[in-house]
């Protein structure tokens, strides 16, 4: 069976600073990626997201960047952090029609 | 375009009694249809999904879905809530890309 996995779990990092948030997903080859972001009382937000190695599409604009090093692994980037980057971070694979969500990732700006 | 409109953003039920969390969607093709639900700092985990096979979906934890077409609608029910059902719910849209829309979710409170 397939599992996503993402850590760190919870992240406090000062303004300023960089990020890099990391999802695995194990039991299935060549998955489509997904970075999204949930802000507080907020619905999701699609960040990014890839078809395969090396191939990323940005739905936003922003200070994040996403890479796709390995099949199964997606990481979430900035060099340097907002106080509106807050919020929860969540990795999803599919490989048809639907997607599987990882934990979630977080992050506090302070 | 597609997209999603979750009518109700708090719904509050007694542990026990029905539960009707409501989804209108809007799509230009046959769209596939998803409920998921997010207990608290977790992810989101797959409740449901209508793939124009079936009208009436069941699916996880005792919910159903059915999809209406004349009306738009994915409406979520369960015959009788439970204290483990509070929770945010989502309604997502699938379009022909494989792009999902997302409600702004319902929050359901359930009472003892």
């Known amino acids: 069976s397939q599992t996503i996995h993402q850590w760190p779990a919870t992240l406090v990092q000062p303004v300023g600073s960089p990020l890099s948030l990391e999802c695995t997903v194990e039991?299935?080859?060549?998955?489509?990626l997904y970075w999204y972001r949930q802000a507080a009382g907020r619905g999701l937000q699609l960040l990014f997201y890839?078809?395969?190695?090396?191939?990323i599409s940005s739905e936003v604009p922003q200070n994040l960047s996403a890479s796709r090093p390995q099949d199964r692994q997606f990481i979430l980037s900035s060099k340097k952090l907002l106080l509106s980057d807050s919020g929860f971070y969540l990795c999803?694979?599919?490989?048809?029609?639907?997607?599987?969500f990882g934990p979630g990732t977080r992050l506090t700006v302070l | 375009a597609q997209s999603v409109t979750q009518l109700d953003s708090h719904v509050s039920v007694s542990e026990g009694t029905p539960v009707l969390l409501r989804c209108n969607y809007s799509?230009?093709?046959?769209?596939?249809l998803f409920w998921y639900v997010q207990h608290p700092n977790k992810g989101l985990q797959l409740l449901l999904k209508?793939?124009?096979?079936?009208?009436l979906v069941k699916g996880i934890n005792g919910f159903e879905a059915e999809f209406k077409k004349s009306e738009t609608s994915f409406h979520l029910t369960k015959p009788s809530a439970h204290m483990s059902d509070a929770a945010e719910y989502f309604c997502?849209?699938?379009?022909?890309?494989?792009?999902?829309?997302f409600g702004a979710g319902t929050r359901l409170t359930v009472k003892p």
């Open positions: 799509s230009s093709y046959s769209p596939s």
């Open positions: 209508y793939t124009s096979a079936a009208t």
């Open positions: 890839s078809v395969g190695i090396g191939q």
């Open positions: 039991g299935t080859s060549n998955p489509n």
């Open positions: 997502v849209v699938s379009g022909r890309n494989n792009d999902m829309r």
């Open positions: 999803a694979w599919g490989l048809t029609d639907t997607q599987y």
